[in-house]
C-alpha cells in the first residue's frame, strides 16, 4: 500500500460496518460464573477480597428521561465487558445521549472487626459514573480509564449486630461522550475506520470491595533511586498509626511519628490512593492522611532487567492493616555512551530498546483483555519475538498486565490518553508524513490551541490533571520507563510545560514529549514516526537520545482471521513468506545498522490487528503469529551486543 493509499484509508469512517465476529480462544471458553477473579491490584494486595464480576443487570435509557433510577431494565451483562462487546452478552453501543444503568445486589459480607469499613473499588468505567447504594448517591468520578474507590460503610445496610451486610443494591449510571466532546478517548470513535476503532463504555475493569480496618493504609510510594543500593519507602494511613515497613531477609524497620517526617514525595492534593478520587486531583479522604518515611540500603542489590526480571516481596503493617507488595531495583535514565552518543540506559549501562506498539484491543472484549491468561499471551509472545519494550498506546491497561510485565521483563513505555475535540487530520497526520522538516518541529501554543483540537481551556485542565493522576497511579510499576506525554498532535497543547509538571511528578523517568512530531525541543527524546521513507538517525541540537517511536506497519490480511475484508496499513504483503522476508530485511538490514550511529530505539508496530488495521504481528484473535522469529534468532540479540561493544 502506497502513501495515497493509506491517507485514504485514515479519513474513511466504516462505522455501518458488521464487524465478523472474531473470538480469541481464551473467549471461546469464558467461564462467566469465573470472570477475571484474580486480585485486581498486585502491588497493593489484602487478604480480604470480594470480586463482583458476573452478570449484573442493564438498561440504556434517553438522557433527558433517564436520571432517576430505572424500574425496570433491559437484560443482563456481563461485567466488567463493555455494552459495546461480545462478551458482554448485550452488544449495544451507548451514544452520547443515553445513559447506561447497573444493576447488582451486593453480597452479605460477614464484618469482621467491629467499626471496619468498606471500600467499593473501580478498575476503571468509561467515561462518566455515579453510584448509588439504594437510592442514595454516594459519589461520582469522572474520566475513563483511571481506578476509582467509595468508602460505602455509611449507605449500607446492616444486621441489627452490625456485623453482616444484608439487602443491599448496587447502581451504578454511566454516561459517555467518546469522540464527540473533548475528553480523553484515545482511539475510540463513533465513526470506526482506519486507525480509529469501536467505541466502547461503561464498567471496563473489575469491581470489588475490601473490608478494611476503621485505620487502613491508603498508599504507597517506591522510588529505587539511582545509585541502585537506596530505597525509599513511604507509607500514608487514614489516621495516625505505628506503621512497620518489612522487605523479607532485611532488617525490620519501625516508622518515625508523621510530624516527623519532612520532604515526603507525596504531593497531598494530587495524592492517588485507596480512597480518593484520580480525576478531582484534590484529597476527600474522611480525615487528614497521615506519611511516613523509610529508607532501607541493598548493599548487594539483585538488579532487574527484562533478562533478568526479579522482584523483591514488601510487608507493610500498620496497627490493624497489612499490604503486600513488591518492587525492583533498577533504573532507567538518559546517559552518554563512551562515543558520546546519548542513549536509553538500563542500570547506567546503554540498553537498546527494540519496541512494539500495543493498542491493547480484543475482537471480542474491546478494551477488556477475557483473562489474565490472554494478557499473559501478549507479553510473552512479543518476547518470544525478541521485543523487550512495549509502548501502551493512548490507553491505561488494568493493573494486572503492568504486574505481567513486571514479572515477565518487559519494559514499558506508558502513554497518556489522548483527548481533545475532533482532530484537524491534515494538520496532526497528513503534512507532517509528507513534510516532516516544515511540520515537525512546528512550535505550539494559545494561537494553536483550536488547530491542535484544544480550544476547550476546561479541556485542557482536564488533560493535566489526568496526566498527574496517571503518573501517580502508575508511580510504583517497576517496568514503565517512559512516560510519552503527546502523540502525533492529538489534543497536544503546551507540550514543553507539561513536560516541566510531568518531571515534577515524577524525576525518576524519561520523557518523550511529543512522540512523532511537533517536537518542542524538550523532554528526553528526539522521537519520529516514520512508516514511508528511509529510517535514518536524525541529529538533534539538544543533545537527546534519538527514537523511532512508531515504524514498520506491514500488513497483512489473513481470511477467518480479520474483521473486514479491508486492509489498512503502510505496506501490502499477500503472504507470510513475503512478510517475513519484508520484516527480516528491515530489521536486520536497516534498524540493526543505525544503532551505532545514534538510535536509542524503535517501535514496530504493531502488536496484533486491530478491526481493519491488519499490519499486526499476529491477528487480531491471537491465533496466528504472522512472524517466525525461529528464521535467525540472532539478529535482534545483535543489535544489544552491537550497542554495547
Not at 451483562?77 to 444503568?101: A, N, T
Not at 454511566?174 to 478517548?185: F, G, K, L
Not at 530485511?585 to 481493519?612: H, M, R, W
Amino acid at each position: 500500500m502506497d502513501l495515497i493509499d493509506a491517507i485514504r484509508a485514515i479519513d474513511k469512517p466504516h462505522e455501518d460496518d458488521v464487524l465478523k465476529r472474531l473470538y480469541t480462544v481464551w473467549g471461546e471458553k469464558l467461564d462467566e460464573n469465573h470472570v477475571l477473579k484474580e486480585y485486581p491490584r498486585p502491588q497493593f494486595q489484602r487478604d480480604n477480597y470480594t470480586n463482583l464480576n458476573g452478570k449484573w443487570e442493564y438498561c440504556i435509557v434517553p438522557t433527558d428521561s433517564g436520571k432517576s433510577i430505572p424500574s425496570s431494565m433491559d437484560g443482563e451483562i456481563l461485567v466488567p465487558f463493555s455494552p459495546e462487546s461480545m462478551l458482554s452478552g448485550v452488544e449495544r453501543r451507548l451514544e452520547p445521549y443515553q445513559y447506561l444503568w447497573y444493576k447488582r445486589a451486593l453480597p452479605d459480607l460477614k464484618r469482621t472487626l467491629p467499626g471496619s469499613r468498606f471500600l467499593l473499588h473501580f478498575g476503571a468505567v468509561d467515561q462518566f459514573a455515579d453510584v448509588f447504594i439504594g437510592s442514595t448517591h454516594v459519589g461520582s468520578h469522572s474520566g475513563g480509564y483511571l481506578p476509582f474507590t467509595f468508602d460505602i460503610t455509611d449507605f449500607l445496610t446492616f444486621s441489627e449486630d452490625r456485623m453482616s451486610l444484608k439487602d443491599n443494591m448496587l447502581h451504578v449510571r454511566v454516561s459517555d461522550t467518546s469522540d464527540s466532546s473533548y475528553h480523553s478517548r484515545g482511539k475510540q470513535t463513533l465513526k470506526r475506520g482506519g486507525m480509529y476503532y469501536t467505541a466502547q463504555s461503561g464498567i471496563w475493569q473489575t469491581v470489588w470491595i475490601e473490608e478494611v480496618p476503621d485505620t487502613y493504609i491508603r498508599e504507597l510510594r517506591i522510588k529505587p533511586e539511582a545509585d541502585l543500593k537506596t530505597l525509599l519507602v513511604e507509607v500514608s494511613t487514614n489516621h495516625p498509626t505505628k506503621v512497620t515497613v518489612k522487605i523479607p531477609g532485611h532488617e525490620l524497620v519501625k516508622s518515625p511519628s508523621s510530624s516527623d517526617t519532612k520532604g515526603s514525595t507525596f504531593a497531598e492534593d494530587i495524592s492517588f490512593s485507596s480512597d480518593t478520587y484520580p480525576s478531582e486531583i484534590e484529597n476527600h479522604s474522611a480525615a487528614a492522611p497521615s506519611y511516613y518515611r523509610f529508607t532501607f540500603t541493598l548493599e548487594e542489590p539483585h538488579l532487574w532487567s527484562p533478562e533478568d526480571p526479579y522482584l523483591y516481596p514488601l510487608q507493610v503493617e500498620s496497627e490493624q492493616d497489612h499490604v503486600s507488595s513488591y518492587f525492583a531495583m533498577r533504573s532507567f535514565t538518559i546517559e552518554k555512551d563512551s562515543a558520546g552518543i546519548s542513549r536509553f540506559c538500563l542500570n547506567h549501562k546503554p540498553y537498546f530498546l527494540n519496541g512494539v506498539l500495543d493498542q491493547g484491543y480484543w475482537p471480542d472484549g474491546l478494551y477488556t483483555a477475557p483473562s489474565d491468561e490472554a494478557l499473559i499471551f501478549d507479553i510473552t509472545e512479543m518476547k518470544r519475538l525478541h521485543f523487550n519494550m512495549m509502548r501502551k498506546h493512548i490507553k491505561i491497561e488494568s493493573a494486572r498486565w503492568y504486574y505481567h510485565c513486571d514479572r515477565l521483563g518487559m519494559i514499558v513505555w506508558q502513554d497518556m490518553v489522548s483527548g481533545g475535540s475532533s482532530y484537524a487530520k491534515p494538520v496532526v497526520s497528513y503534512l507532517p508524513t509528507l513534510f516532516p522538516k516544515v511540520f515537525g518541529k512546528m512550535s505550539d501554543g494559545p494561537a494553536y490551541y483550536k488547530t491542535f483540537s484544544r480550544g476547550s481551556a476546561e479541556g485542557r485542565k482536564e488533560w493535566l490533571k489526568e496526566m498527574q493522576n496517571t503518573i501517580s497511579y502508575l508511580y510504583n510499576v517497576p517496568s514503565i520507563g517512559t512516560w510519552v506525554l503527546f502523540n502525533e498532535g492529538w489534543g497536544q497543547f503546551n507540550a514543553a510545560g507539561a513536560t516541566v509538571l510531568a518531571r515534577e511528578m515524577d524525576d525518576s523517568r524519561p520523557i518523550d514529549q511529543a512522540s512523532g512530531w511537533f517536537d518542542e525541543g524538550s523532554g528526553d527524546y528526539r522521537s519520529v514516526h516514520n512508516y514511508f521513507r528511509p529510517l535514518v538517525v536524525e541529529e538533534d541540537s539538544a543533545g537527546r537520545a534519538f527514537v523511532i517511536s512508531e515504524y514498520g506497519g506491514f500488513s497483512l490480511h489473513i481470511d477467518e482471521h480479520s474483521s473486514v475484508d479491508r486492509i489498512y496499513g503502510y505496506k501490502k504483503f499477500d503472504t507470510t513468506d513475503a512478510l517475513g522476508v519484508a520484516y527480516y530485511n528491515l530489521i536486520n538490514g536497516t534498524l540493526k545498522p543505525l544503532v551505532s550511529k545514534g538510535l536509542a530505539g524503535a517501535v514496530y508496530t504493531q502488536v496484533s490487528d486491530v478491526e481493519e488495521e491488519v499490519n499486526g504481528l499476529m491477528t487480531y484473535d491471537r491465533k496466528v503469529t504472522k512472524i517466525n522469529p525461529n528464521l535467525d534468532p540472532s539478529l535482534l540479540d545483535n543489535m544489544h551486543k552491537a550497542l554495547n561493544q
